[in-house]
């Protein structure tokens, strides 16, 4: 429970101190029944003091203290789940950082960012820095261990696409006032758990409280992030018209533990426990094959529509996907686990490896792939044109992501997947002027700088 933001929110309600005090105490003593009496008061009235401080600041008195409200809501506008709003937010967000000069940044839509490596480090060859970070499954807070392994593994997974070789791990990991330390060690076993199957090592971190003292509860959060080197990258604007496309064998990774969990399948879990798609990636790397293919991506971001969909869009192609063939790459126990619960495999992360590539390297591909004991076949093509289809018992259906991925546990469920484009579109709107507002500020702050001879 945020518990600062509680009584930040009752003090724009217009609520009395003592009317807070009260609902806190209770709140709080729900949580940490054993504080006492005296504890709790004071506890409470220095909430209160520090958040009546920060709540009058005007925007007048500094125009960088004041927070950017757009008036949408993270949940609301689907933000991490992985679908139409998630995408446009990873957009907005592109913009706003702009031009870097970097070899790959967040304009690209691809998992890691590249800069070069400077010629005095490098020798005569050029090479590339590869750097990625990703959060933890939100609903894994309650598993720690398996929350450590699968954020490991998936940023392990974006260095590897762009063709690099991992060399280091480093992890930032968060668990709330209440939570117990063990939640700490549980999540870096994880962690080094994927560390000891491909050799790449974690190297540094952080671990802090969620919120200081302000936050009450035991939910952990956190991320994972990997730098690797390439002497080549590959991106996902390099799809070619007529190439084909091959995916692995996917189990899934976070997503698909969460919806077992949160489904009782446990036993599914299981599946989603192994190093394959790390396997073949390094493989493929180790052979040279990385130079002979165009596009290397995980399926992950609201599962292969909405990597279809953003290799489309950067690509300026067409990706046209065999419905059956896709099927038959998913994992059977967690297939059948997704059917029995009625969620959509195509709008999940997979954590399969879609290679894209020229129709005369797919042999050489499956076999480095069967060396490796990990099946890899083809599933669509490139085509000319824009968008993505779904080819369905021989009709060619337009393929696109929805609102949010497929809704993969009851909650998720009860949130619902779609929203009206109405609604949709007026939120946009109210998002692209938070947008504006925070490209004034960073304006304001280069000024600001460059007048005190700080650049």
Same mark, same amino acid.
């Given at each position: 429970?945020?518990?600062?933001?509680?009584?930040?929110?009752?003090l724009r309600e217009g609520w009395e101190d003592s009317a807070i005090i009260g609902e806190l105490r209770s709140r709080i003593r729900e949580i940490k029944p054993g504080?006492?009496?005296?504890?709790?008061?004071?506890?409470?009235?220095?909430?209160?003091?520090?958040?009546?401080?920060?709540?009058?600041?005007?925007?007048?008195?500094?125009?960088?203290?004041?927070?950017?409200?757009?008036?949408?809501?993270?949940?609301?506008?689907?933000?991490?789940?992985?679908?139409?709003?998630?995408?446009?937010?990873?957009?907005?967000?592109?913009?706003?950082?702009?031009?870097?000069? @970097?070899?790959?940044?967040?304009?690209?839509?691809?998992?890691?960012?590249?800069?070069?490596?400077? @010629?005095?480090?490098?020798?005569?060859?050029?090479?590339?820095?590869?750097?990625?970070? %990703?959060?933890?499954?939100?609903?894994?807070?309650?598993?720690?261990?398996?929350? #450590?392994?699968?954020?490991?593994?998936?940023?392990?997974?974006?260095?590897?696409?762009?063709?690099?070789?991992?060399?280091?791990?480093?992890?930032?990991?968060?668990?709330?006032?209440?939570?117990?330390?063990?939640?700490?060690?549980?999540?870096?076993? #994880?962690?080094?758990?994927?560390?000891?199957?491909?050799?790449?090592?974690?190297?540094?971190?952080?671990?802090?409280?969620?919120?200081? %003292?302000?936050?009450? #509860?035991?939910?952990?959060? #956190?991320?994972?992030?990997?730098?690797?080197?390439?002497?080549?990258?590959?991106?996902?604007?390099g799809a070619v018209e007529g190439d084909v496309i091959l995916m692995s064998e996917g189990a899934g990774g976070g997503t698909i533990s969460t919806a077992a969990l949160?489904?009782?399948?446990?036993?599914?879990?299981?599946?989603?426990?192994?190093?394959?798609?790390?396997?073949?990636?390094?493989?493929?790397?180790?052979?040279?094959?990385?130079?002979?293919?165009? !596009?290397?991506?995980?399926?992950?971001?609201?599962?292969?529509?909405?990597?279809?969909?953003?290799?489309?869009?950067?690509?300026?192609?067409?990706?046209?996907?065999?419905?059956?063939?896709?099927? @038959?790459?998913?994992?059977?126990? !967690?297939?059948?686990?997704?059917?029995?619960?009625?969620?959509?495999y195509l709008g999940v992360s997979l954590d399969a490896l879609l290679v894209i590539c020229p129709e005369a390297v797919v042999k050489e591909i499956r076999e480095v792939?069967?060396?490796?004991?990990?099946?890899?076949?083809?599933?669509?093509?490139?085509?000319?044109?824009?968008?993505?289809?779904?080819?369905?018992?021989?009709?060619?259906?337009?393929?696109?992501?929805?609102?949010?991925?497929?809704?993969?546990?009851?909650?998720?469920?009860?949130?619902?997947?779609?929203?009206?484009? %109405?609604?949709?579109?007026?939120?946009?709107?109210?998002?692209?002027?938070?947008?504006?507002?925070?490209?004034?500020?960073?304006?304001?702050?280069?000024?600001?700088?460059? @007048?005190?001879?700080?650049?």
């Amino acid at each position: 429970m945020d518990i600062e933001g509680f009584v930040k929110r009752k003090l724009r309600e217009g609520w009395e101190d003592s009317a807070i005090i009260g609902e806190l105490r209770s709140r709080i003593r729900e949580i940490k029944p054993g504080m006492s009496m005296e504890s709790l008061d004071s506890f409470a009235e220095a909430v209160l003091e520090e958040a009546k401080e920060t709540t009058s600041i005007e925007l007048e008195e500094d125009e960088l203290f004041g927070a950017i409200e757009s008036g949408v809501h993270m949940g609301e506008f689907g933000v991490g789940s992985r679908g139409a709003g998630d995408f446009y937010v990873h957009e907005k967000i592109g913009e706003l950082i702009g031009a870097t000069g @970097a070899v790959v940044d967040s304009s690209s839509f691809s998992d890691s960012g590249v800069v070069e490596m400077p @010629a005095f480090a490098s020798g005569d060859s050029r090479r590339f820095i590869v750097v990625t970070v %990703d959060g933890m499954h939100s609903r894994l807070s309650d598993f720690p261990f398996i929350a #450590g392994f699968h954020v490991a593994r998936a940023a392990l997974r974006d260095v590897y696409v762009m063709g690099a070789q991992p060399l280091a791990l480093f992890s930032d990991i968060h668990v709330a006032d209440d939570g117990d330390v063990g939640k700490i060690f549980d999540h870096i076993a #994880g962690i080094v758990s994927v560390s000891d199957a491909t050799g790449v090592p974690l190297i540094t971190g952080s671990t802090l409280r969620i919120g200081g %003292d302000v936050v009450i #509860g035991e939910r952990m959060t #956190g991320c994972v992030g990997a730098v690797g080197v390439a002497e080549e990258i590959m991106t996902r604007m390099g799809a070619v018209e007529g190439d084909v496309i091959l995916m692995s064998e996917g189990a899934g990774g976070g997503t698909i533990s969460t919806a077992a969990l949160y489904n009782g399948e446990y036993e599914v879990v299981k599946e989603t426990l192994n190093v394959k798609f790390l396997v073949l990636c390094s493989a493929l790397i180790e052979s040279g094959m990385t130079g002979r293919i165009h !596009v290397m991506t995980d399926v992950t971001n609201g599962g292969i529509r909405g990597d279809a969909h953003e290799i489309a869009k950067v690509s300026g192609l067409k990706l046209v996907l065999y419905e059956d063939r896709i099927r @038959a790459m998913v994992n059977k126990k !967690v297939l059948e686990m997704l059917e029995r619960h009625g969620i959509d495999y195509l709008g999940v992360s997979l954590d399969a490896l879609l290679v894209i590539c020229p129709e005369a390297v797919v042999k050489e591909i499956r076999e480095v792939g069967a060396n490796n004991n990990v099946r890899i076949e083809e599933i669509g093509r490139v085509e000319e044109g824009e968008g993505a289809e779904l080819v369905v018992g021989g009709e060619r259906k337009e393929f696109t992501p929805r609102f949010r991925e497929s809704a993969y546990t009851p909650v998720k469920r009860a949130v619902g997947e779609h929203i009206s484009e %109405d609604v949709f579109e007026a939120m946009k709107r109210k998002v692209d002027t938070a947008v504006a507002k925070a490209r004034h500020k960073r304006e304001l702050m280069k000024e600001r700088l460059s @007048a005190s001879g700080r650049r």
